[in-house]
């Protein structure tokens, strides 16, 4: 069911002709769904609100709750259902030297909650961050920083068992964690799924 375009700067031109072709060739209506899940960031400014803008609007079009997902909660649940392990750490570049960082452990068969809170730091305070966790056995590593520089940085205090540089969202892993939310009791309005600028605490618990 995977779509995606080529052209650029074209996402809100082709993201609902797209979203379209899936429901015909699914032969489902937008109102035939539980729910619909949107990647709210961090990354693109544009991007994000796009992406969260037609969300909120199919919500409030057809009556249906919006999951918001972070990014690097998608990217740890992505690596997790690779490699196997429990614990996963997610830093991307953002401006300058800073990082958005999150930590996370894998909860059986469901998607992932935070172990360290979703913010922007340099690589020293993430290490300062990751030694305040009780240490797990072995660590997976999703993100665009170059090994050498993890192991200098990070390696002294955590122990990284599987590097993922450059990982890619998968589907399963993000329809895991919309699946996650859903399940949850509450209401999940379209009001309430913003962007996410890792500017506040995120929970996946």
Known sequence: MLRQTEQKKQAAQKVLPLIDEILIEEQLKLSDLAGIGVVSGPGSFTG??????????????????????????????????????????????????????????????????LLAEERVLNI??????????????GWGFVGDLERKTVEEKLGSVIHIQNFRPDLAISQRAFGLLVTQELSKSGEHPPARALPNYVKEQMQYN
């Open 124 to 137: 020293e305070e993430a290490a300062k961050a990751l030694s305040a966790l009780a240490g797990p056995a």
């Open 48 to 113: 994000m609100r796009i992406g969260v803008a037609i969300a909120q609007g199919l919500g409030f079009a057809n009556q249906l709750p919006v999951i918001p997902v972070s990014t690097l909660a998608a990217l740890a649940s992505t690596a997790a259902l690779e490699s196997g392990l429990e614990s996963h750490l997610v830093c991307v570049k953002a401006r300058d030297e800073e990082l958005y960082f999150g930590a996370y452990r894998v909860l059986s068969g469901v998607g992932v909650e």
